[in-house]
T-cell receptor
Framework: SQQGEEDPQALSIQEGENATMNCSYK?????LQWYRQNSGRGLVHLIL?????REKHSGRLRVTLDTSKKSSSLLITASRAADTASYFC????????????FGQGTRLTINP | DGGITQSPKYLFRKEGQNVTLSCEQN?????MYWYRQDPGQGLRLIYY???????QKGDIAEGYSVSREKKESFPLTVTSAQKNPTAFYLC?????????????FGEGSRLTVL
């Protein structure tokens, strides 16, 4: 079952611009995470935000969480060509708290 | 360096053959997971294990089998019963059993059925 859905499915911007990706989910959560995947590689954890948090920063990354709307956003500021990758949100569920469920991802392309 | 090692990176199989994908971790993590990823798609959970000698089915377990005889190893067998096995397979681990925090991923194994 797919818990999270990312929007847009694909995003292409110029280097230096900001990139915003959104994730919506269906059930209550303990936390929401964002991962990055370079083409043909494994996923790398970027950031985790807990259900009682509204915003979190890590370097050029800013994540927000709105539990009332069951949605999250990932903002990458001052994008670089090396940010080109797919980005996935992952959620747990309070009832099934032993596993993460991933969305289908946003494919981000940064044009030099 | 600690991490997760998946092998082989690429694997070709004829229809009707079973194949086993290896996943080894030296992070001393309790929990291990297998996910399947199809082109342009997200990850779907196949099996997961919280402790040695115990594992649970995920969302798409049919046609797959696993074992967890050692803490550091969680091999996945793709059996001939799996109707569409061509995919990218990802193994992951988490520090604690029942923990839904950060997952650490291997680099994946790409299986192609000829």
């Amino acid at each position: 079952s797919q818990q999270g859905e990312e929007d847009p499915q694909a995003l292409s911007i110029q280097e230096g611009e900001n990139a915003t990706m959104n994730c919506s989910y269906k059930t209550s959560i303990n936390n929401l995470q964002w991962y990055r995947q370079n083409s043909g590689r494994g996923l790398v954890h970027l950031i985790l935000i807990r259900s009682n948090e509204r915003e979190k920063h890590s370097g050029r990354l800013r994540v927000t969480l709105d539990t009332s709307k069951k949605s999250s956003s990932l903002l990458i500021t001052a994008s670089r060509a090396a940010d080109t990758a797919s980005y996935f949100c992952a959620t747990d569920g309070i009832q099934g708290a032993q596993k993460l469920v991933f969305g289908q991802g946003t494919r981000l392309t940064i044009n030099p | 360096d600690g991490g997760i090692t998946q092998s082989p990176k690429y694997l070709f199989r004829k229809e009707g053959q079973n194949v086993t994908l290896s996943c080894e971790q030296n992070l001393n993590h309790d929990a291990m997971y297998w996910y399947r990823q199809d082109p342009g798609q997200g990850l779907r959970l196949i099996y997961y294990s919280q402790i040695v000698n115990d594992f649970q089915k995920g969302d798409i377990a049919e046609g797959y089998s696993v074992s967890r005889e050692k803490k550091e190893s969680f091999p996945l067998t793709v059996t001939s019963a799996q109707k569409n096995p061509t995919a990218f397979y990802l193994c992951a681990s988490a520090r604690l059993a029942g923990d839904t925090g950060e997952l650490f991923f291997g680099e994946g194994s790409r299986l192609t059925v000829l």
